[in-house]
C-alpha cells in the first residue's frame, strides 16, 4: 500500500483565517514533505520532515507553519495567507530506504488540497 | 544545485503512436530520478525511478525509461499510447544530504495530448 491521504480536498479562506491542512501515511515511512503546486508549473518544496527533524525552504513565508505531531501525520499551519498563495498543496512520504548500501528513497504523493484564498 | 530539464512543453501523439518524452538532469553525484505522471486536479503518481544498475527501467502502464550517464539524459518512453496517457509528465530529480531526504527537484513537465 503506497497510500498518502490529505483532507480537505478543497479549501476556500479568507485572508483573514486560521486553517490547517492534514496529511497522513500508514507505511512506515520516515520522511514526509510539503510541495505547492500553481497552476501549469510543476511542484516546489516547501518543507520537509526527515527523521523528526524540520529542515524549510527559507523562501516560503512564515505564514505557513508545518507540524508533524507524529511520525504519521504532517500539519500544514496556515494563517493571514494572501490570494497568490492560491494552489494545490501536495503532501508527500518516503521510507528513507536504502538499495545495495546506497540510499534509495521514492516519495509518494497525496491528491492534494486545492486551496483558494479570498 | 540540481536542475531537471524537460524541453517539451507540448508533445501531440497520435493514439496507438509511440512516444518519448525527453529529460535532461544536472547533478553533481549519482542522480536519483524519477518519472511521475499528473492528470488535471489530482496527486502525481509514480511512473517509474533509476537508483543504479539497469540503464533501462520499466515502470507501470508500459513505460520505460533509460538512463544515459553521458547524455545527462533519461528519457520516457512508450511504445503505443493509449487516450488514457494524455497528462502531465514531470521528471524529477532526488537530493539527499546528511542521511536526510532534501526532496525532489522537478522539471518544468511536459503537456502529453493524445490525438484520435
Known amino acids: 500500500d503506497t497510500e498518502v491521504t490529505q483532507t480537505p480536498k478543497h479549501l476556500v479562506m479568507g485572508m483573514t483565517n486560521k486553517k490547517s491542512l492534514k496529511c497522513e501515511q500508514h507505511m512506515g515511512h520516515r520522511a514526509m514533505y510539503w510541495y505547492k503546486q500553481k497552476a501549469k508549473k510543476p511542484p516546489e518544496l516547501m518543507f520537509v520532515?526527515?527523521?523528526?527533524?524540520?529542515?524549510i525552504n527559507e523562501s516560503v513565508p512564515s505564514r505557513f507553519s508545518p507540524e508533524c505531531p507524529n511520525s504519521s501525520l504532517l500539519n500544514l499551519h496556515l494563517h493571514a495567507l494572501q490570494p497568490e498563495d492560491s494552489a494545490l498543496y501536495l503532501c508527500a512520504s518516503s521510507s528513507l530506504g536504502t538499495s545495495g548500501g546506497n540510499l534509495a528513497d521514492t516519495q509518494y504523493f497525496g491528491p492534494g488540497t486545492r486551496l483558494t484564498v479570498l | 544545485a540540481q536542475s531537471v530539464t524537460q524541453p517539451d512543453i507540448h508533445i501531440t501523439v497520435s493514439e496507438g503512436a509511440s512516444l518519448e518524452l525527453r529529460c535532461n538532469y544536472s547533478y553533481g553525484a549519482t542522480p536519483y530520478l524519477f518519472w511521475y505522471v499528473q492528470s488535471p486536479g489530482q496527486g502525481l503518481q509514480l511512473l517509474l525511478k533509476y537508483f543504479s544498475g539497469d540503464t533501462l527501467v520499466q515502470g507501470i502502464k508500459g513505460f520505460e525509461a533509460e538512463f544515459k550517464r553521458s547524455q545527462s539524459s533519461f528519457n520516457l518512453r512508450k511504445p503505443s499510447v493509449h487516450w488514457s496517457d494524455a497528462a502531465e509528465y514531470f521528471c524529477?530529480?532526488?537530493?539527499?544530504?546528511?542521511?536526510?531526504?532534501?526532496?525532489?527537484?522537478f522539471g518544468k513537465g511536459t503537456h502529453l495530448i493524445i490525438q484520435p
Open positions: 520532515y526527515s527523521y523528526e527533524k524540520l529542515s
Open positions: 524529477a530529480v532526488g537530493a539527499y544530504s546528511g542521511g536526510g531526504a532534501d526532496g525532489l527537484t
